[in-house]
């Protein structure tokens, strides 16, 4: 099985938080957020290793937005990303960059 895209997508996540944005730390956590629903869109999980699906687990719970509602103008994941620790926008960094690693691994 073939986890490209979900590779590529993943790595722009990655990027998106490493890279300084003009707009601040809130625009880089969305647009990772968004290109890491991407990557899991219509994605079979059941083919995925219990690691990598502990991984989207937790993933995925930090992008909840259950408990945010569209305000102003802003989206849902901009209000989560508002409410976001340091130490939490570390561990999504970090397991941004295992997924990334593990599809671009498991995309041989």
């Known amino acids: 099985m073939s986890y490209e895209y979900p590779a ?6 990655r ?12 625009v880089a956590v969305v647009t990772a957020f968004h290109e890491c629903r991407l ?4 994605m079979n999980r059941s083919k995925l290793d219990q690691t990598a699906r502990g ?12 408990g945010f509602s569209d305000a102003g103008g802003e989206s849902a994941w901009d209000l989560k990303a508002k409410t976001l620790s ?4 570390s561990e999504i ?8 690693r593990w599809f671009a691994t498991n995309s041989l």
Request: proline letters at 2%; one cysteine or more; hydrophobic letters at 45%.
């Open 55 to 66: 991984w989207i687990y937790a993933l995925e719970c930090f992008m909840s937005t259950e």
């Open 86 to 89: 340091a130490e939490q926008k």
């Open 8 to 13: 590529e997508k993943f790595s722009t996540a």
């Open 39 to 42: 990557g899991l869109h219509r």
């Open 93 to 100: 960094g970090r397991l941004i960059d295992e997924l990334a």
């Open 15 to 26: 990027q998106a938080l490493v890279a300084p944005h003009a707009q601040g730390d809130l």
